[in-house]
């Protein structure tokens, strides 16, 4: 690195440093690029695996405790759909931002704004995200263990397929969650070294 | 971007630019002071607010039916108990960053480095407050009306102060959210604006 700068002499200031190579800023829009592919990849098969949850099993109802075959479905708890939606949002979202990376990444006018627009809409997609998240996996958790407090009784029990599917799909989301933390820090950090 | 580089002349480098106004700055670290202050206090008023939710109610024990007194607390599910934990450590980490933003205003050097730092960190946090809001609001929810599909019954028409303090603390919490990412937006702008 010290090669490439002249040393100073005779008195005359150093040069001010170069801008920073267009070849770097394109480089941090390629890892933009590729971690907003694996967003949409992770939030696709996230939706798709809760979407297809569907389970039938024999459960006892009460009147004559009989055994009768009911259904579990994602559309029986209000937080698994808030999860479909959310996640469908982000899905969305990673496909039009991946777009938007591309575009910036041909055009070199606007890097620093296109920077923190990014960092100001993956934070909102980021909330979104986890908050569906954490729903689905405070119901999800009960469905699990049950509550004895309050007399919530475990379900996995009867419905295994469909527990693996959420847990799978919860686990995917966590994954998309990380993936965008990662593309916050790439922004900021884009944005710190146009600085530096 | 050629236009604001003037031309070397006569061998001599010129001048480096000059710094951004420290005033600008200063009151960048004001506003972000402030609203550190506001999460600090939600937050803190939050994590109370569901510590001191305990209700003593009147149920009808399952054997004989007789009613009898049951305590409804916090820590009988595990989702509250990651509530106020995940809001205890945002509590923290608000006096925490309050302070390196209080000390990063005295001293002129560390900026960029500094507002870098705070959107890692907020970050982090605003995805611990909102799982943790996520999940204590999907378990509240299911407290305020039940499940039919699963069996759980709802419990907030016997607990009603207990889930009144739930939803007071739930909405502390939404609005700790508001302000990370008003925080993540400051410090963003912040890095933004002292390039352009």
Redesign the interface.
């Known amino acids: 690195m010290e090669s490439t700068v002249p040393e100073p002499e005779k008195g ?5 440093p170069p ?1 920073p190579p267009p070849k770097s800023v394109a480089e941090r829009f390629l890892y933009d690029i590729i971690l907003r592919v694996w967003l949409f990849a992770s939030t696709l098969v996230s939706v798709l695996v809760m979407v297809t949850s569907k389970q039938t099993g024999l459960i006892l109802v009460p009147p004559l405790q009989i055994p009768q075959p009911v259904d ?1 479905k994602f559309t ?4 698994l759909v808030y999860f479909v939606a959310a996640l469908s949002v982000a899905c969305l979202y990673s496909i039009i931002s991946a777009l938007a990376s591309f575009l910036a990444m041909s055009s070199p006018r606007h890097h ?2 296109t ?2 627009h990014f ?2 809409m993956d ?2 997609i ?2 979104i995200v ?10 999800a ?3 699990l ?1 049950g ?1 004895s ?5 475990k ?1 996995c029990n009867v419905y295994d397929t469909f527990c693996e599917h959420i847990a799978g799909s919860l686990g995917l989301s966590l994954l998309a ?1 990380i993936l965008l ?1 990662f593309l ?2 790439l ?3 884009s ?2 070294s ?3």
């Open positions: 005359v200031a150093p040069p001010p801008p579990a029986h708890s209000p937080a620093t704004k920077f923190l960092i100001f934070t909102l980021l909330a986890v908050a569906a998240a954490g729903s689905a996996g405070g119901v958790y009960i469905g263990k509550n407090h309050t007399g919530w009784a379900i969650a933390i916050i820090m922004s900021s950090h944005l710190y146009l600085i530096s």
